[in-house]
């Protein structure tokens, strides 16, 4: 009996991902038979998906080495099928996966750079926004301040990594030996984001990082330099804020001021 | 008077690729229009959006897509027609392509091409999914067939068949791709003349040239070489059966400089006006010194 049309994708699905069932009875073999005329589709699957993960963690895969990447390419792609239309997104997991799974999470480096990686690529093309300048800032008038809050810009990404995963990358991408893996006594704060078409990362203090997530979490002025009295004397903490505002508004970081 | 089906041809064109982007604006200009692959834009902002608005101002855009999965048994997806759309919208295409083939099912996406059974349950079912989405973008679109690598015990014609009958059903257009008809013609064992042959003249918008890979006990569709050259004849044949018609070379890999695919696509020009005389086919502007 002829099966019907989503029975066929099912097992054809089926068969690019777990590499058996029942297709190879559907299709004609001849001059190939129809194991390898399958298979030709088995290894296109991982290989396409392997190519867009080497993209986006070029990194990962310098740490890794070739042969060790793509096993984990593999191990990744059967645990997390993409599910959505494009391939730009299908890494997105990759960084969790590697703090869950065995043998990975025992090299907690690794995910680090994976989320430090994906983190530019989120940061590469999210949406465009206005960039406020210090002339706007200079604009506010006093009495607005206390009760200014903050649109940062789309592109901001902010993580908190316990490995040099910047510098590892950084040696990556000038194809420079790797730094060894180095753990920090805390986890550091850090900022990804686009200015323009480029993209920046820089670390932060503990109190840099609490303020500019107290902004993403919509706080006003007066509220943030309360939240900072917890690392700054209270007499320094608006000039201290101020200071910090004025240069991420310099790195095109705030998008606008909302009174 | 006879009406065209088809939108007007606008000449030779390239894949755009990010590597070109300063060439296309800072160089000589000796591409008439440009093909993007629509999900390379279908992200919030950022550089390619930023390239693609400049070099839209510029060039004519055709918009070809492979996440259409015209041929799954899931539901369209609605997201993706939603984000093409808007996408049309910004670049004012000349016109919009995708594949005849199947990319996943389950809510699952293989991100490949994935040939499907030639067979009237299959018709009925793409032919009626072609509807909704040019009603959905209200426009004609284009199907391109795709290379594969097996066939289905099922299938009850050929592809050029099903294609032909495709098109009066779905009144949708057909973006030929010569490279990928010479591929299947070896992995099959079809003659590629019947093929062009079986496809209607009056629905032909579009053609690809790409390289493959040949391996012997079949070939690999890899758009990551030149042209070879029974493509290159399979294309003169193509023109002889077709005419004029809107013509560009795919490469996504290995991607040399920008001056040598145009001087690939001038081979391109060379054959069609040995074929088809002067003056028949190309749109290129002549950009005084």
Redesign the interface.
């Known amino acids: 009996m002829?099966?019907?049309?989503?029975a066929?994708?099912?097992d054809?699905?089926s068969y690019?991902?777990s590499l058996s069932g029942a297709m190879e009875?559907?299709?004609?073999s001849?001059?190939?038979d129809?194991r390898m005329?399958?298979q030709?589709?088995a290894d296109?699957?991982r290989l396409?998906?392997i190519e867009?993960l080497e993209t986006d963690f070029v990194a990962l895969r310098a740490a890794l080495g070739p042969e060790e990447f793509d096993r984990l390419g593999r191990a990744y792609i059967d645990a997390n099928?993409?599910?959505?239309?494009?391939?730009?997104y299908?890494g997105r997991n990759l960084g969790r996966f590697l703090a869950q799974t065995d043998p990975y999470r025992e090299q907690p480096v690794l995910a680090d750079i994976a989320r430090f990686e994906w983190a530019m690529t989120d940061?590469?093309?999210?949406?465009?926004?206005n960039v406020a300048t210090v002339a706007d800032m200079a604009a506010v008038p006093p009495n607005d301040w206390p009760g200014l809050r903050f649109a940062l810009h789309?592109?901001l990404q902010r993580i908190d990594l316990q490995w040099n995963a910047s510098a590892i990358w950084h040696a990556a991408d000038k194809d420079e030996a790797l730094p060894a893996p180095e753990q920090a006594e805390y986890p550091v704060g850090w900022m990804i984001w686009?200015q323009g078409?480029q993209i920046y990362f820089r670390s932060l203090s503990v109190d840099q990082a609490w303020m500019l997530d107290a902004l993403g979490d919509g706080q006003n002025f007066a509220e943030v330099c309360e939240g900072l009295t917890e690392w700054i004397d209270a007499q320094y903490v608006a000039g201290h804020a101020a200071g910090l505002l004025k240069q991420w508004v310099t790195d095109g970081l705030i998008s606008g001021f909302i009174n | 008077m006879t009406v065209s089906l088809v939108y007007p041809p606008i000449g030779f064109g390239l894949g755009l690729r990010a590597s070109h982007y300063e060439d296309i604006l800072n160089g000589p200009r000796r591409i008439d229009w440009f093909e993007i692959l629509s999900?390379?834009y279908?992200?919030?902002?950022?550089?390619?959006?930023?390239y693609l608005d400049r070099i839209r101002a510029e060039y004519p855009l055709v918009m070809h897509g492979v996440?259409l999965s015209i041929g799954?048994?899931d539901p369209l997806?609605r997201?993706?027609l939603r984000?093409l759309k808007k996408l049309a919208e910004r670049v004012q295409p000349a016109w919009i392509s995708d594949h005849l083939c199947?990319t996943?099912?389950?809510?699952?996406?293989?991100?490949?091409l994935?040939p499907l059974?030639y067979d009237g349950?299959?018709l009925d079912?793409v032919a009626s999914r072609i509807q909704h989405v040019q009603e959905f973008l209200g426009r004609r679109i284009l199907l391109e067939n795709v290379s594969s690598?097996?066939?289905?015990?099922?299938s009850e014609m050929t592809e050029w068949d099903f294609l032909r009958e495709l098109c009066n059903r779905a009144d949708c257009l057909i973006l030929l791709d010569v490279n990928n008809i010479y591929v299947s013609s070896v992995n099959h064992?079809f003659d590629p003349i019947e093929y062009l042959d079986g496809v209607p003249a009056d629905r032909v918008q579009q053609f690809h040239l790409a390289g493959h890979r040949n391996l012997e006990?079949?070939i690999?569709d890899t758009h990551d070489e030149p042209v070879v050259d029974p493509v290159w004849d399979l294309y003169a044949d193509a023109l002889k059966r077709f005419g004029p018609v809107s013509t560009m070379i795919e490469r996504d890999d290995n991607i040399p400089a920008f001056a040598e695919l145009a001087d690939e696509l001038d081979h391109a020009r060379h054959i069609a006006v040995e074929t088809l005389g002067s003056g028949t086919h190309s749109r290129r502007r002549v950009v005084p010194a």
């Open positions: 002829r099966r019907r049309l989503p066929l994708q099912e054809f699905q690019l991902l009875q559907e299709i004609v001849d001059t190939l129809a005329r399958l030709i589709y296109a699957y396409r998906l867009a099928p993409s599910d959505h239309y494009s391939v730009r299908f940061a590469f093309d999210a949406p465009d926004a789309p592109s686009r078409l | 999900e390379n279908m992200v919030p902002g950022g550089k390619p959006l930023h996440s799954s048994t997806n997201d993706y984000d199947w996943g099912v389950a809510g699952k996406n293989m991100h490949d994935l059974p349950e299959t079912h690598y097996l066939t289905y015990k099922r064992g006990t079949h690999i």
